[in-house]
């Protein structure tokens, strides 16, 4: 039976992504992202969040991502789920061709720095 392996998240990113060269002209780039959920358990509104590490390998997303992502922006990333044993932690991992990263909002420092929300045309 055929299993499909596909995550999506909105979040705001932690820090600037972080582009590292992983042999053979292949780069990856890292980033994190903090999702927060309503605790249920709790008497008041209180929110808990979580952190995702976020690994990009498409190299078109690399560069839009490292250009134009700054900590603090509202994004969406959609991609596959991969454990690592040697640090035994889930990592989003957005791959040729279905993943997707898109900037849903800027952050207000990002805006105050006159930052562009997307690539120029041409």
């Given at each position: ?46 929110f ?24 603090g ?21 957005v ?28």
């Amino acid at each position: 039976m055929y299993r499909m392996n596909r995550v999506s998240l909105v979040g705001t990113t932690v820090a600037q992504p972080q582009i590292y060269d992983v042999g053979g002209n292949k780069r990856l780039m890292v980033m994190d992202v903090i999702t927060e959920i309503l605790d249920a358990n709790c008497d008041q509104e209180s929110f808990r969040q979580h952190l995702h590490k976020i690994a990009v390998e498409e190299p078109l997303l690399i560069e839009y991502a490292h250009s134009f992502i700054l900590p603090g922006d509202l994004v969406f990333v959609e991609g596959q789920l991969e454990h690592l044993t040697k640090d035994s932690e889930t990592w989003i991992v957005v791959t040729e061709p279905h993943g997707l990263l898109h900037l849903l909002s800027r952050s207000v420092q990002s805006r105050k720095k006159g930052v562009a929300a997307f690539p120029p045309n041409g």
